[in-house]
């Protein structure tokens, strides 16, 4: 059993920055992915961003379109933590943010929500005008 936690969500105004963390117990696993996904108020969930990697090679790092130059993902190995760095934000950023791990994964399907095996409850990020 995997837990995950999110924290860092608030409600800011457009053109702030907030910076998401996602803690995950355990040990950091040799090889998998880690993904944050987002769902607004009547909307699917959607995908924001993903952190591959394997026991033997580096990681790589994808994000939606909707987010590519605003958003960066990392991760700190030795705190088994992601984070979601998040800058410029628009009204359209509005959403409840969970993230997501896929032990053993490293597949092409990051961008999928079926592939994740573990979800954290989320964190609530709200964006005025």
């Known amino acids: 059993q995997v837990q995950m936690v999110e924290s860092g969500g608030r409600s800011v105004q457009a053109g702030a920055s907030l910076r998401l963390s996602c803690a995950a117990s355990?040990?950091?696993?040799?090889?998998?992915?880690m993904g944050w996904f987002r769902q607004a108020l009547g909307k699917e969930r959607e995908f924001v961003a993903a952190?591959?990697?394997?026991?033997?090679?580096?990681?790589?790092?994808f994000y939606a379109d909707s987010v590519k130059g605003r958003f960066t993902m990392s991760r700190d190995p030795a705190k088994n933590t992601v984070y979601l760095q998040m800058d410029s934000l628009i009204p359209e950023d509005t959403a409840v943010y969970c993230c997501?791990?896929?032990?053993?994964?490293?597949?092409?399907?990051?961008?999928?929500?079926?592939?994740?095996?573990?979800w954290g409850q989320g964190t609530q990020v709200t964006v005025s005008s």
């Open positions: 997501a791990q896929a032990p053993g994964y490293s597949g092409d399907y990051y961008y999928a929500d079926k592939r994740y095996d573990y």
């Open positions: 355990g040990r950091t696993f040799p090889t998998s992915t």
């Open positions: 952190i591959r990697w394997t026991a033997w090679s580096g990681e790589t790092i």
